[in-house]
Structures are given as C-alpha cells and as structure tokens.
Nanobody, 128 residues
C-alpha cells in the first residue's frame, strides 16, 4: 500500500514557476514508476510526465516538454514537478500517481489505467 500526498499548488501569473511535491508513504517507493497527471475543469485527466524507478529516465507530454521537469528523491520518498513558463492552459488539478506496471517504453505510462495509487491532487491556477 502506498499513500501519496501532493503539495505546492497555488496561484501564479503566466510566465511564472511553481514546484509541486508528492510525498509517498511506505518503504517501497523505489519500486514504482512515478508520474504526474492533470485535470482541467470539464476535461479528461491527462498525462503530464513520468519518471523511472531509479530516476534516470523521464518522458513528457508534448504540451509541457521543455517547460516542466520531473525528478525524484528516493531517500526522501518524494517526486517533484518543476513547472516553468506557466501558461493559463496549465490551470488544472495536478495528481501524483504510482505504477507497478513494468515496460521498457516510457510512452506506455501515459495511460492512467496503468497506475495503482493516486494522490488527492493539488490545484494550480495560472492567471493571464
């Protein structure tokens, strides 16, 4: 069992930055691929980024590539999402997720049904 708790959301102006954190409980954090998803009002939940179990590989949605960076600190059981050059269309609730699914292709992790555990979400609002 893994429990995930996001933090770091808030209100920011377009062009600004935020760093989200996701703290995981349990001693098996390193066994999971970790990802961020987001859901805007009236829209489906969408994939943002994923990081491999050892933190050496990452994969991003095209919409955030070059602006967002996912990372993890295994010692702290925490995954981060650094968000720069934020746009109003980045406004959403951001969710952290953990996956025990194993694949050699990080692109396989865009599907939300490959994830076992989810956090409660943190709101990010970007004003224009």
């Amino acid at each position: 069992q893994v429990q995930l708790a996001e933090s770091g959301g808030g209100l920011v102006q377009a062009g600004g930055s935020l760093r989200l954190s996701c703290a995981a409980s349990g001693r098996t954090f390193s066994r999971y691929f970790m990802a961020w998803f987001r859901q805007a009002p009236g829209k489906d939940r969408e994939f943002v980024a994923v990081i491999s179990r050892d933190g050496t590989a990452t994969y991003y949605a095209d919409s955030v590539k070059g602006r967002f960076t996912i990372s993890r600190d295994i010692a702290k059981n925490t995954v981060y999402l650094q968000m720069n050059s934020l746009k109003p269309e980045d406004t959403a609730v951001y969710y952290c997720a953990a996956s025990s699914f194993l694949s050699s292709r990080l692109s396989d992790y865009v599907a939300s049904n490959n994830y076992d555990y989810w956090g409660q979400g943190t709101q990010v609002t970007v004003s224009s």
